[in-house]
């Protein structure tokens, strides 16, 4: 249904102009990429919409052995993109095609899907896996751990991304990723990716993250703490992983409740250690 | 009728007479006219699952710029109705008013605006101010029959309810024999109770009417129906105008499946125009169709079995309890299809038992649903038998092998259960059911999977079955007519009341005239479900269509032929009975014509008339399809997910006009039957609001969720059907549930009550085994 | 505002109101084959072509298609000629009220656009975001696979 309460539509061409046109207007103003986050969820209270198209976020890039993914990528160009695909043997592929369909992954930006945050996030687990960062303009471009920004929605919701950036050390990550579905074509209703280096057999720089708690993807810090320096072989991954449930903060909701999340976090948690250790399959 | 020969057209996989405009996106569904000033109808719906209007104030939105009209109880035609689309007069409760003093449940119609376009509309509403009353709302089978519970239904006027002050719509009671003797005397018995949960049909087109007046002034429904002379009727009645202002035309239908066998909208956009004298369109938004349209009824199902040690059925009892929600439409009927389409199956039983009750609740409302009952049966019936079977040390096969109904049988319950009121006696004049189950035990491998438990990582793999059989029509309640006429081309029109909704009702009955008049089918032309035009036809529910319909057609056909067999003989100076018409010829001993040059002579020539005949059929018996359902799954030990690896179905519809418009109305039932046991579920707050009412988050399956699917239809030849056809529209949505249930007992060893079949679910019933 | 589509080839400019999504800017326009089914992207029979990549058009700002290039249902056939996926789709029997088919179409176009010659795996996933609730997707999958058959066939002669 048409937004009715829209009155304007502003296509600046340039970062600062576009920054602007916000600063001018404040709540009353939204920016948007592919839009879907805008027709679906826009409050009455916008009555301008900021075009980003105009700007040049669009498109990958391999820059110093890392990767660089325009914010305004759509989910299916960054899905078919060489470059994407040789990054983290393929992890990133992997996720986005679990993501909506293929007609909202047509339309859908990178940039747009981090933006919106939604707690059902397939991209944002996978991408805090990464270690991800952002580069953002709020009045000059700088770049932010993703973290950081998921952290201070406050100040960074403002912020306009430019890109997704991936360092080299990124792309050298083992890294998996595992969600929980009713039909295919439905968000997550729990997903775990995982991701660490493994330098001479041990992990290093673990990373856990679980998604779709119902709440936003969070690190499971005290997992990853146990996890770290550790050896594989050594470790009672079945251990580690039902711990992990038992203090994971998982809700129920409509579509399971948080008891089921929990037994949840310990089978995907167990399978993605599993594959991190080398042991196990990727599905 | 017809007997048994090789055909021309009949089973021939034509092409849909109205596929090339469907694949072209040719114009032809209700909201593809655009009348200019057009009104955007907006209904206000109930916050509140049970409360009384104390006041409503609509001056604040009939003074909005846009707003032309506004309808409450206070400027609406009081009469009481049923909005369930049956036959006159309908075996449902007049439980229902446009709109009432009270609500029921959370959407109930409170209000409706007509404006100038729908932002106007939906702005008029949140200006119309309501004070509610509230009522203690009643959100269980249970809790509506204990003693003190709310009355829903209190008022004055209601007819049909069993008893109002209750809340029971209906009960039903019918037996053979004496069931507990028969248990006593019994070697073993087995009970088994199954809930089945709120579901919808969700077609892809929600509901929708345009309503505006023609040239002459009178009224045109132009809806997504299943039903147009039902609506015709009950929109006459309910607005108290005559049947002869109104015309209801049913263009093409996106999907229907039972929510559009209801007069649901109707009558709000033609009081709009009748006011109004413009045109004005209702179309539901997908959460109207979630909370506000009909869904399937929530059932609580019991069944008991017993048997002697050789495994012959000696007692079936069966006890239904049906919500029926706030209104009482299809309540009756359903539950006692509940029996009626199940118990017959089994019909060596010397003692049977059906009874139940349908109950009034504050919440979204159930009417028809493809299968009506029987898929809610089917499933402790069927999960029951494969008890048994354990329990009798027989394999689950040999059981209903032993114990299904076969060619030239009966059963008692045909006679004491039909429609909500008696039945009508019959006996099966086709039934290829033991092909079936052979063919689909081999396809799936039930030999070499059946109790194996193969095991691949965290999956272990079980295989289950289940029969069943359905209808065809209601026998002697159903009516169905046709109208064929001749053209000078050789060509004809066929007008049928039958209702296409999808199910390629206009090919088949196309193909059926084509093959008695002997043309193809090009030359036939449909012209279906307008009042004014095609004469009656109950509609498109109970699989009639085929069936009935198609008898009617079959007649027209034949009264048709016999009148261009007398021109021919005429003309070509031979004995009527010595013609007969094949490959557009009218053949006699000697020589031939052109069904063109008769049409001429009859049209211009000599002893001129129009070539044409009207028929009507109604059935004096509902002859059942039979059905076999082979599931192969797996069930993940470690998250309870079940994945459905093959499904076969063996289908016994009689001969299949277009065999793959028939393969598609099985593998679609399946499907769907599919989502309805493993994932599909209306979610509702403990206030009695559907918390899921969006495709976000009620999930149906989707084409990465369906699993190999093999759809077997068995040779088989109905005496009494039009070229041998039974049906096929319904039968296929009954198998999933029960089969999925018995290859999940196969695979892991328990047993589910409790649909749908989520992983959560299952997980649990793992754990607590 | 004023943006410009070019629809099936032909390039139109259009008054529109800034929120407008181009689903109803398209029926509006008279491409009735474009349907409605829940206004959410979650059952895709409003999906068309824009710049060749199927999209809900539900979702899609007017705004955001702006000197687009957009191809819908009505514009497959050449003339009163079908196109070979829409030939394949009445061939298999996978229309059955057709409300899902325009929708379904344009997934599949845009599928074989990219892989001429998809697995039924791949061919399941172009359509996942199409629902149909008549069918069961099993003729459908037949009928895509036919139709990218006969397209190959006609890229040869």
Request: some cysteine; aromatic content about 6%.
């Amino acid at each position: 249904m048409a937004l009715t309460h829209v009155r304007s539509v502003a296509r600046p061409s340039t970062l600062g102009e576009a920054w602007n046109e916000k600063a001018a207007r404040g709540e009353a103003a939204r920016f948007f990429g592919g839009g879907i986050d805008v027709v679906l969820f826009t409050p009455p209270t916008v009555h301008t919409l900021i075009d980003l198209a105009g700007l040049d976020l669009r498109g990958v890039s391999q820059a110093g052995g890392g990767l660089e993914i325009g914010a305004l990528t759509t989910m299916s160009d960054a899905l078919h993109s060489p470059a994407v695909e040789a990054f983290a043997n393929g992890f990133l592929c992997q996720v986005l095609r679990r993501v909506a369909s293929p007609l909202q992954r047509n339309l859908g930006t990178l940039g747009g899907t981090i933006a919106s945050a939604h707690p059902w996030s397939d991209v944002i687990p996978a991408l805090l896996a990464l270690d991800a960062e952002l580069r953002i303009f709020s009045g000059e471009s700088r770049s932010i751990r993703l973290e950081e920004f998921l952290a201070d929605r406050a100040a960074c919701c403002e912020a306009i991304i430019e890109a997704i950036l991936l360092p080299m050390g990124a792309g050298e990550r083992i890294a998996t990723y595992q969600s929980f579905t009713r039909t295919a074509f439905d968000i997550s209703l729990l997903n775990v990716a995982c991701s660490a280096h493994v330098d001479q057999g041990v992990w290093r720089d673990v990373r856990v993250v679980v998604g779709g708690r119902p709440g936003l993807a969070a690190r499971q810090t005290s997992v990853e703490v146990r996890l770290e320096g550790a050896k594989p072989a050594d470790l009672d991954l079945a251990a580690v992983a039902r711990d992990a449930s038992e203090q994971v903060d998982v809700r129920d909701d409509i579509r399971a409740s948080a008891a089921y999340r929990r037994t949840l976090v310990d089978t995907l948690l167990l399978r993605c250690l599993k594959v991190l250790g080398g042991g196990g399959n990727s599905e | 009728m017809t007997e048994r020969r090789a055909f021309d057209v009949i089973g021939k996989n034509e092409m849909k007479v109205d596929g090339v405009g469907l694949v072209a996106g040719r114009p032809k569904f209700v909201d593809d006219l655009k009348l200019p000033g057009t009104l955007a109808v907006k209904i206000l719906g109930s916050p509140h699952a049970h409360a009384r209007i104390v006041s409503i104030d609509t001056s604040r939105a009939e003074a909005l710029p846009g707003v032309v009209a506004v309808l409450t109880h206070k400027n609406t035609p009081g009469t009481r109705h049923t909005t369930a689309g049956q036959g006159y007069p309908e075996p449902s409760p007049y439980d229902a008013r446009m709109f009432d003093t009270k609500v029921r449940f959370v959407g109930d119609r409170v209000a409706a605006v007509a404006a100038e376009t729908e932002a106007i509309g939906e702005e008029a509403l949140k200006q119309i101010r309501v004070e509610y009353e509230e009522l203690p709302a009643v959100l269980s089978m249970d809790e509506a029959r204990a003693d003190g519970a709310p009355i829903i239904h209190d008022e004055k006027d209601a007819t049909g309810i069993y008893d109002a002050s209750r809340n029971i719509v209906a009960d039903v009671d019918i037996d053979v024999g004496d069931v507990s003797k028969g248990f006593e005397e019994s070697d073993v018995v087995v009970e088994t109770e199954c809930e089945t949960q709120y579901a919808q049909h969700t077609p892809i087109e929600t509901h929708l009417v345009l309503a505006y007046l023609d040239s002459d002034e009178r009224i045109v429904l132009r809806t997504s129906t299943q039903v147009p002379f039902h609506v015709r009727r009950i929109v006459a009645y309910t607005l108290g105008i005559p049947v002869h202002r109104i015309r209801v035309i049913k263009p093409r239908v996106g999907g229907g499946f039972g929510t559009k066998q209801e007069v649901l909208l109707e009558d709000i956009p033609a009081l709009v125009t009748l006011r109004t004298g413009r045109p004005a369109l209702l179309h539901l938004t997908r959460a109207e169709e979630f909370t506000s349209a009909r869904t399937r009824h929530p059932m609580r199902v019991r069944v008991k079995l017993g048997a002697m040690n050789d495994g012959s059925l000696h007692a079936i009892e069966m006890e239904g309890t049906s919500n029926t929600g706030a209104y009482g439409a299809h309540g009756l009927t359903v539950l006692a299809n509940t029996g009626s389409k199940t118990l017959p199956l089994y019909n060596k039983a010397p003692n049977a038992h059906f009874f139940g009750q349908a109950v009034y609740t504050n919440l979204a409302v159930p009417g028809a649903y493809r299968g009506y009952g029987a898929t809610q049966g089917y499933f402790p019936l069927e999960t029951a038998m494969d008890e048994l079977a354990e329990r009798l040390g027989m394999d689950p096969i040999e059981l209903r092998r032993k114990n299904h109904i076969r060619l030239g049988e009966t059963s008692p319950i045909f006679e004491k259960l039909g429609e909500g009121r008696e039945g009508v006696s019959q006996i099966v004049k086709s039934c290829e059911l033991a092909k079936c189950i052979d063919l689909g035990a081999e396809r799936i491998g039930w030999a070499e999977k059946r109790g194996k438990r193969i095991r691949n990582g965290s999956w272990v793999h079980g295989v289950g079955m289940s029969i069943m059989m359905q209808g065809s029509g209601i026998p002697e309640i159903d009516m169905a007519a046709a109208t064929i006429k001749m053209n000078e081309d050789g060509s004809f029109n066929l007008l049928v009341g039958a209702t296409d909704i999808g199910t390629g009702s206009d090919t088949i009955l196309a193909q059926m005239a084509a093959e008695v008049l002997g043309v193809p089918l090009v030359k036939i032309v449909v012209t279906s479900s307008d009042t004014d035009m095609t004469p009656f036809d109950v509609g498109a529910y109970a699989s009639s269509t085929t069936y009935v319909s198609g008898n009617a057609v079959v007649k027209a056909a034949k009264n048709v032929r016999g009148q261009i067999a007398a021109v021919a003989a005429e003309l070509l100076g031979c004995e009527v009975g010595q013609v007969e018409l094949r490959n557009e010829q009218a053949v006699g001993p000697s020589g031939s014509v052109t069904l063109e040059r008769v049409c001429r002579r009859a049209m211009y020539e000599a002893g001129q008339f129009q070539i044409a005949a009207t028929e009507s059929f109604v059935p004096h018996e509902s002859p059942p399809p039979f059905l076999a359902n082979f599931a192969e799954v797996a069930v993940d030990e470690t998250t309870g997910q079940i994945k459905v690896l093959h499904y076969v179905a063996a289908v016994d519809c009689g001969v299949a006009i277009h065999p793959k418009q028939a393969e598609g109305q099985v593998e679609g039932s399946i499907v769907n039957g599919l989502g309805y046991a493993l994932h599909e579920e209306m979610i509702i707050s403990s206030r009695g609001r559907v918390r899921n009412p969006s495709l976000f988050d009620y999930k149906i399956p989707g084409a990465l969720d369906i699993p190999k699917i093999d759809v077997i239809l068995v040779d088989s030849y109905e005496p009494t059907g039009p070229m041998g056809a039974k049906s096929v529209g319904e039968i296929g949505i009954n198998g999933p549930i029960p089969t999925l249930a018995n290859a999940i007992y196969d695979a892991v060893g328990i047993r589910l009550h409790e649909t749908p079949f989520t992983a959560e679910r299952v997980l649990s019933a793992m754990k607590a085994h | 505002m004023t943006i410009t589509l070019t629809i099936n080839g032909i390039e139109k400019k259009i008054g529109i109101a800034p929120g407008a999504t181009l689903l109803e800017v398209l029926r509006h326009e008279g491409y009735v084959g474009v349907k409605s089914g829940c206004g959410s992207g979650d059952c895709g029979a409003c999906a068309v072509l824009l710049n060749g990549r199927a999209v809900n058009s539900c979702l899609t700002l007017a705004v955001r298609a702006d000197g687009a290039s957009i191809t819908t249902v009505e514009g497959l056939a050449d003339g009163r000629n079908l196109h070979p996926m829409q030939k394949a789709f009445l061939d298999t029997g996978a229309v059955q009220c057709g409300y899902c088919t325009p929708g379904m179409l344009m997934s599949a176009l845009d599928l074989l656009s990219r892989i001429p010659n998809p697995s039924d795996e791949e061919i399941r996933e172009a359509i996942s975001g199409n629902l149909c609730r008549c069918t069961g997707y099993v003729k459908q999958v037949e009928a895509i696979r036919a139709g990218a058959k006969a397209m190959r066939s006609e890229r040869h002669d």
